[in-house]
């Protein structure tokens, strides 16, 4: 009996070791499934489909080819949103696939997990159907038609597949539409987009050089303005220069009204400018973009849109492509001007009447202030746009890019990237974490940040950019603003 209690305590040893081996072999199991669980959601293919603004999609478009070690492209055709032919960084639907780069491989969590794996084939659809789209579209989950990558390489593509979008992008913050953000859902801003008023080449030839504040508040709610307050003649008060309108989904738009103090569902002047007979613009009421009764041609570009988006968003240009080409139609009659982004507006040239085939040809200065420090010298500006009158807060004209995303992807049952894959701006190694990168002393290849970086760099005489830089990195700002729009300074 009196060797009981050692005999009890060996056995109580002996129970406590099996315990911890046993919890060690589960915890071990565990993980082991846990892992290979992690690699069965990852492995494989990886898609992302984006949408929404046109202004800024040249600036996604090398983004994301820098997202691949060599992407292979494939264009839609202009029926299904994209082009028929010149297919390039301007072409609003496309799709690459390809290897993704090292940075979207880099262990990122503390489980370490990657967010692609090695291996992984990664795609990206793109489809610019407009910001106020990007942003209902993405809320609402809402299928679209985006290009499949098969076909030609660097042609038209031969499929097409319906899906919801990943990402939606906007020129102007979600607050000041009707779409903010709520739960679920994170908004994320990228760059400054600037925006110039663009006039038509025999608007220009005239005198229409300089908009004025009052100007663009009485002519985006009248939708023309007397050729007289720019000439100064009785003679020209009853001739008119026409305010080209986009559609109400557009995110130009609303940064136009904004900074006119107008809401999102303020009414606008619009007017279609009748591209077959070439002699005028047109009034467009709703009827006109159901029936095009009332004189227009059944040929108006702009009556209907991809989707049928004049009858969803009202009456206007679709996309910054479409409202370019009818404000730099070279007619006699076309007096016009619109609101384009700096890279819509850079194919806006002078179609002979003024520095022909010179970039920004048609650009006007806007209350006097001109966007770059070229001044005037913007119309046939080949290098490096210094946007310090942006910048600094004298050029009005600009917005916060933004895109929104829904932070549960893993519930959407089309969704063909997880919440981990996809992660945030601020999570190293993600997609958005590459993709949405900022960092102003070594910017991340593969970053809209690095993108308009390099675009920034060009020189005379090279071709360092892709192009000219037509955005601005949010850290290159000196003045921030809470709103889309406001006054001169801030």
């Not at 691949?68 to 494939?74: D, N, S």
């Not at 780069?101 to 692609?116: C, E, F, K, Q, S």
């Not at 492509?321 to 139609?329: F, K, M, W, Y």
């Not at 850290?475 to 709103?483: E, H, L």
Request: aromatic residues 10%; glycine residues 12%.
């Amino acid at each position: 009996m009196t060797n009981q209690p050692n005999i009890l305590k060996i056995n109580q040893q002996s129970l406590n070791q099996l315990k911890t081996t046993n919890m060690k072999k589960t915890l071990l199991l565990t993980l082991a499934l846990g892992l290979a669980s992690a690699a069965t959601l990852t492995a494989g293919t990886v898609e992302v489909f984006i949408t929404g603004s046109t202004a800024f999609r040249a600036n996604v478009y090398g983004a994301c080819k820098n997202l691949f070690v060599t992407p292979t492209i494939y264009y839609a055709n202009a029926a299904n949103g994209g082009a028929d032919s010149g297919f390039s960084s301007t072409t609003a639907s496309w799709v690459m696939t390809g290897t993704p780069i090292t940075a979207l491989t880099n262990v990122y969590d503390p489980g370490h997990i990657n967010a692609l794996p090695s291996g992984t084939t990664l795609i990206i659809h793109g489809l610019f159907t407009g910001s106020i789209q990007g942003l209902a579209t993405v809320e609402g989950k809402t299928n679209l038609t985006f290009a499949v990558a098969s076909g030609t390489q660097n042609g038209l593509t031969s499929a097409y597949t319906t899906n919801s979008p990943t990402i939606g992008f906007s020129d102007a913050k979600s607050t000041s539409t009707p779409f903010a953000v709520t739960t679920g859902f994170n908004e994320e801003s990228c760059a400054i987009q600037p925006f110039v008023w663009v006039a038509s080449p025999a608007a220009f030839a005239d005198g229409v050089q300089n908009v004025s504040w009052e100007q663009a508040q009485y002519g985006i709610q009248t939708g023309r303005i007397p050729l007289a307050s720019w000439t100064g003649k009785t003679n020209d008060l009853n001739t008119y220069v026409y305010v080209a309108q986009r559609t109400l989904d557009s995110g130009t738009r609303r940064v136009e009204t904004a900074m006119a103090n107008f809401t999102f569902n303020d009414t606008v002047g619009s007017y279609i400018w009748d591209a077959n007979t070439k002699t005028n613009w047109y009034a467009a009421p709703a009827a006109i973009t159901q029936g095009l009764t009332g004189g227009n041609n059944v040929s108006v570009v702009g009556a209907a849109g991809l989707n049928n988006a004049n009858l969803a968003w009202g009456p206007g240009y679709v996309a910054g492509g479409d409202l370019r080409g009818a404000v730099i139609d070279g007619s006699a009659n076309n007096l016009s001007i619109g609101l384009l982004s700096v890279s819509d507006a850079k194919s806006a040239k002078g179609d002979g009447v003024i520095s022909s085939n010179a970039n920004w040809g048609l650009v006007c200065s806007f209350n006097g202030y001109w966007p770059t420090t070229s001044g005037a010298g913007i119309h046939a500006n080949t290098v490096t746009n210094n946007f310090s009158p942006v910048t600094s807060g004298f050029f009005p004209a600009w917005a916060e890019e933004v895109f929104i995303y829904s932070t549960a992807q893993n519930t959407i049952s089309d969704s063909k990237i997880t919440d981990s894959q996809l992660g945030t701006g601020a999570t190293p190694g993600t997609f958005l974490g590459v993709f949405n990168g900022q960092n102003a002393a070594s910017p991340i290849v593969g970053s809209l940040d690095n993108e308009i970086y390099v675009s920034a760099q060009s020189v005379a005489g090279t071709t360092a950019g892709t192009y000219p830089n037509t955005a601005i990195r949010l850290s290159d700002m000196k003045t921030k603003r809470d709103a889309v729009g406001g006054g001169m300074h801030y």
